[in-house]
C-alpha cells in the first residue's frame, strides 16, 4: 500500500525529528525522540543506539509509533525519560501520544547492526538502523506537520546574521562556527530549498 506523507510535510528521504512510542512485553509505555525518514510507499526506517528502553521495546515486539507533533514539552520529556502516563492515550496495547495531531503505527522488517566505525556519531555504542513497513497512518489534524530541524538552523544563521556586523571579532568567529554546524546537519536532513538558502546565507557571511 502507498501512503501519501506530504500532507504532514513529509518528504521521501528526508529526515525528521519526531517522537518514538514503544510499549515493553510487560505494558510498560516509553517515548523518545528519534529522527525518522520515509522511504516511499510505504517503507520507513529509523537508526537508534543501542541501550535505550525504545530499542529494547523495539527489538521484543517488532513495532513502534511515530508521533507527528511538535509540543515542546513532549519533546523535552520524552528526551529526559519522564514523560508520565497522562500524556499517553489509553490504549493498553499500544503507546500513542495523546492528542497528538499525527501518528504512524510501523511494523519492523528489518534491523541492520551498524558499529561506532560505520557512523559519522563516535562513540562506544553500536546503532541499530530499522527498516519497518507502515501498518497504519491517523492524522488528527489536517494541519500537522512533521518537524525537519534545517529550519530551525537556518532561522538561527538569520538572527546571527542581522548583528555579524556589530559584534567583535570573537562573536563574530561564534556565529560562523554555529552557522558552518547548521550548515552541515541542513545538508544531512533538509530539502533542496532550504540547502541553497543556507548555502547563500553563508556567502553573505564570508563577504563580511
Same mark, same amino acid.
Given at each position: ?81 519522564? #514523560?508520565? %502516563? ?6 493498553? &496495547?499500544? *503507546?500513542?501520544? /495523546? ?5 504512524? $503505527? ?51 544563521? #538569520?538572527? %546571527? ?6 559584534? &567583535?571579532? *570573537?562573536?563574530? /568567529? ?5 552557522? $558552518? ?28
Amino acid at each position: 500500500m502507498t501512503y501519501d506523507l506530504s500532507k504532514l510535510g513529509i518528504e521521501k528521504d528526508l529526515q525528521y525529528e519526531c517522537i518514538t512510542t514503544t510499549i515493553s512485553r510487560n505494558g510498560v509505555k516509553n517515548a523518545g525522540a528519534f529522527a525518522f525518514i520515509y522511504l516511499g510507499d510505504d517503507r520507513v526506517h529509523c537508526h537508534i543506539f543501542e541501550g535505550s528502553k525504545t530499542l529494547k521495546n523495539i527489538l521484543d515486539t517488532n513495532e513502534y509509533v511515530v508521533n507527528i507533533t511538535q509540543d515542546p514539552l513532549v519533546f523535552t520529556y520524552a528526551t529526559l525519560d519522564c #514523560l508520565s %502516563n497522562e500524556y499517553y492515550t489509553t490504549d493498553s &496495547d499500544i *503507546a500513542i501520544i /495523546k492528542d497528538t495531531p499525527a501518528y504512524i $503505527i510501523v511494523d519492523v522488517e528489518n534491523v541492520e547492526i551498524k558499529t561506532p566505525e560505520n557512523f559519522p556519531i563516535k562513540g562506544d555504542n553500536n546503532i541499530y538502523f530499522i527498516d519497518g513497513k507502515i501498518r497504519d497512518l491517523v492524522i488528527n489534524d489536517e494541519h500537522a506537520q512533521a518537524y525537519n530541524r534545517g529550519m530551525s538552523g537556518l532561522i538561527e544563521g #538569520l538572527v %546571527n546574521f542581522s548583528r555579524y556586523k556589530i559584534v &567583535d571579532d *570573537a562573536k563574530r /568567529k561564534e556565529y560562523m562556527d554555529r552557522l $558552518i554546524e547548521n550548515q552541515r546537519v541542513i545538508e544531512k536532513v533538509s530539502d533542496e530549498k532550504t540547502k541553497k538558502a543556507m548555502a547563500d546565507l553563508r556567502a553573505e557571511y564570508e563577504k563580511n
